[in-house]
């Protein structure tokens, strides 16, 4: 936790999470952030994004400690293969690992995230199955690429591939790039929910 408290964040991260919370209340979306790592959980944990209480769930890999605080044992492993599950876990609203509540079946109109409401965002590739998984539901993959270096070898191989939808530098200050995409995501999210919820409502009444 030491070391994730010096650990050098991309430029806006800071206020990216309650800004982008507070633009979606106005838009009448609410906005919850995960993290689905396969680094340490103790470490992310240890951010000061974290610590500001930006996530909801921090998903990653961990370790079971005794009581002098030594890493005994691990006790969450996460890899590219499974970090899928998560995703399953955050669309029913069933977020303890333990609970395997993610396998039973929910209706449509009852998943408490719907996966076209998911924007994903991600810079490796562990992160493609969980791109393609979104992209095929309907939501929104964003690659991203260090603002410094300019490398976007790898975000466009991602999109020439269809693992993502947009790409954009990881410079999360206000009117960026990635600011305006996901901004326009969110416009877009409101819309389309009040289209799906007509929906719903005209199908029970066909059905009644």
């Given at each position: ?19 982008i919370r ?58 590219y293969t ?74 466009h191989r ?51």
């Amino acid at each position: 936790m030491d070391y994730g408290s010096r650990v050098e964040l991309y430029p806006g991260v800071e206020e990216w999470f309650e800004r982008i919370r507070r633009y979606g209340e106005k838009a009448g979306v609410i906005i919850e952030h995960y993290i689905i790592s396969s680094g340490l959980k103790e470490m992310i944990e240890g951010t000061s994004v974290a610590k500001a209480g930006a996530f909801e769930k921090i998903y990653a890999c961990s370790f079971l400690y005794n009581d002098r605080g030594e890493a005994v044992w691990p006790s969450q492993m996460v890899n590219y293969t499974n970090k899928t599950q998560f995703l399953f876990r955050i669309s029913k609203g069933v977020l303890d690992v333990n609970d395997p509540g993610v396998n039973d079946y929910f209706p449509p109109d009852q998943m408490r995230v719907p996966f076209r409401n998911m924007v994903y965002i991600g810079d490796s590739d562990t992160d493609i199955p969980c791109m393609k998984l979104v992209n095929s539901y309907g939501g929104h993959s964003i690659g991203v690429y260090d603002p410094v270096k300019q490398d976007k070898t790898k975000v466009h191989r991602m999109m020439r591939e269809n693992r993502i939808r947009f790409f954009a530098a990881a410079d999360y200050r206000e009117d960026s790039d990635i600011d305006r995409l996901v901004k326009d995501i969110i416009d877009r999210t409101a819309v389309n929910e009040r289209l799906e919820q007509r929906h719903f409502d005209d199908m029970k009444m066909a059905n009644d």
